[in-house]
T-cell receptor, first 116, second 114 residues
Framework: ETGVTQSPTHLIKTRGQQVTLRCSSQSGHNTVSWYQQALGQGPQFIFQYYREEENGRGNFPPRFSGLQFPNYSSELNVNALELDDSALYLC???????????????FGPGTRLTVL | ELKVEQNPLFLSMQEGKNYTIYCNYSTTSDRLYWYRQDPGKSLESLFVLLSNGAVKQEGRLMASLDTKARLSTLHITAAVHDLSATYFCAVDRVQPSGTYKYIFGTGTRLKVLA
């Protein structure tokens, strides 16, 4: 059983640029969630994808967007990067039946994004 | 609005001592989760609590849930240095609209002193 993987591990961008982060879900999981964790803070829910559609969203602007692919992997895209977007971006996968997850989420190692 | 608060935010304790971390949440939620995070690392799932009165234990950690009080506790028994980490609780909820929310608490940074 393979765990959740994310790429890249580190990324440096400049303000105004666009970035794409990638996540492969754990084997058998069909749901992917993305979180932003600023230094010293708790993770903030960005959005969740289930059946290739956005299933819920936190308080993030539309320049944060995502995709889920038929193999349940996912991408997080951030346009017009701002300095405050510097953070650890975590992806988590889970298995959903109906409206609820059957177990906890399993987190990937994260992508650390620095915006200069 | 769904909010999750933990206390204390920081906890420094001696090895061998017992202590409890508290997690309060503001509205009805579906489940309560506890995670551990080591510095510079991702989150490790500790417990999932599904119903009122649920209690789960793993080693020196025990978590409980009181849905009527909207309170979960993480109790540490006879702390050891290896338990030093940041602990987060989180709740999730399917909104009336059918969409999903997942909210983390503020985190409790635990340091166990030898």
């Amino acid at each position: 059983e393979t765990g959740v993987t994310q790429s890249p591990t580190h990324l440096i961008k400049t303000r105004g640029q666009q970035v794409t982060l990638r996540c492969s879900s754990q084997s058998g999981h069909n749901t992917v969630s993305w979180y932003q964790q600023a230094l010293g803070q708790g993770p903030q829910f960005i959005f969740q994808y289930y059946r290739e559609e956005e299933n819920g969203r936190g308080n993030f602007p539309p320049r944060f967007s995502g995709l889920q692919f038929p193999n349940y992997s996912s991408e997080l895209n951030v346009n017009a990067l701002e300095l405050d977007d510097s953070a650890l971006y975590l992806c988590a996968s889970s298995f959903r039946q109906g409206q609820v997850d059957t177990d906890t989420q399993y987190f990937g190692p994260g992508t650390r994004l620095t915006v200069l | 609005e769904l909010k999750v608060e933990q206390n204390p935010l920081f906890l420094s304790m001696q090895e061998g001592k017992n202590y409890t971390i508290y997690c309060n949440y503001s509205t009805t939620s579906d489940r309560l989760y506890w995670y551990r995070q080591d510095p510079g690392k991702s989150l490790e799932s500790l417990f999932v609590l599904l119903s009122n009165g649920a209690v789960k234990q793993e080693g020196r950690l025990m978590a409980s849930l009181d849905t009527k009080a909207r309170l979960s506790t993480l109790h540490i028994t006879a702390a050891v240095h290896d338990l030093s980490a940041t602990y987060f609780c989180a709740v999730d909820r399917v909104q009336p609209s059918g969409t999903y929310k997942y909210i983390f608490g503020t985190g409790t940074r635990l340091k166990v002193l030898a």
